[in-house]
């Protein structure tokens, strides 16, 4: 058993509230300045920079997981992560034809770059990005677990898009395993206030927008990784959180 330290929540520079820094190859740089050896993008209702960043963790030593932030219909953040790069572009294909569309203002929300891990741009999304889907939370949840999903709410913590701050309760349908917080010192007065967290396994990430937000070398699952490879690395983080 080793210590894999971690951030599971990061824009990149294609959600328009991340930094135009905020690249795949920054990001991946960051991770190992950082001494991450596992990192997540998770951009808002997209992972168009999932391929980008795979290819960029690759040359730091960084094991990349692919992810989405998507917005219910509820306005609610749920973080989706898949444990292949390829189950994370079909989830994507599905989210697309559910999203709806308002054309980005650039002046206002930043320009949405898709690139590739050199940071070359290969195109924008036109579409503001984070805005709700037509997905309601079940219908949600359900389509990103029919994809091979791991999904939990994200930043429970926050008031905006926070699954509790909406809805005054953690639901029990559809049932969530996991929680994600992003600031470690709200756990223990919101678990106060809703015992049924106290059950939950716990994930601290960083919901990061700009490379300095990006976690320290603080927060780690113990996983087994022998004989090591970066895909076993992550198909054991998948085990231990699908407990």
């Known amino acids: 058993m080793n210590r894999f330290y971690y951030d599971l929540h990061l824009h990149s520079c294609l959600s328009p509230c991340g930094d135009n820094d905020m690249t795949p190859a920054n990001i991946a740089g960051m991770a190992a300045v950082k001494r991450l050896e596992m990192v997540a993008l998770t951009d808002h209702n997209t992972a168009k920079n999932c391929p980008a960043f795979f290819k ?4 730091q030593g960084v094991i ?28 994507d294909s599905y989210v697309e034809k559910k999203r709806v569309l308002i054309k980005n203002r650039t002046d206002i929300f ?6 590739d891990d050199e940071d070359n741009l290969l195109g924008y999304d036109e579409y503001l990005l984070p805005n709700a889907t037509s997905l ?7 389509a990103a677990r029919e994809h091979g999903a ?23 349908e559809p ?21 049924e967290l106290t059950e939950k396994k716990i994930v601290y990430s960083s919901d990061a927008h700009y490379l300095w937000d990006i976690n320290e070398r603080e927060h780690f699952f113990e996983l087994n990784d022998q004989p090591y490879s970066g895909d076993l690395v992550r198909k054991r983080l998948f085990e231990y959180l699908r407990k």
Not at 110 to 115: A, H, K, M, S, T
Not at 136 to 142: D, G, K, Q
């Open 175 to 195: 049932q969530f395993d996991i929680v994600e917080y992003r600031f470690p010192d709200a756990r223990a007065g919101l678990e106060a206030r809703f015992g």
């Open 150 to 172: 791991l999904v939990y709410p994200a930043h429970i913590d926050r008031e905006a898009n926070g699954i509790i701050s909406t809805l005054g309760m953690l639901p029990s």
């Open 136 to 142: 309601p939370l079940e219908t949600a949840v359900e």
């Open 64 to 91: 990349p997981i692919a992810g989405m932030e998507l917005t219910t219909a509820e306005d609610i953040h749920i973080v989706c992560l898949f444990e292949t790069l390829e189950g994370a572009l079909e989830f």
């Open 110 to 115: 930043g320009e949405q770059l898709i690139l």
């Open 56 to 59: 960029a963790c690759k040359r």
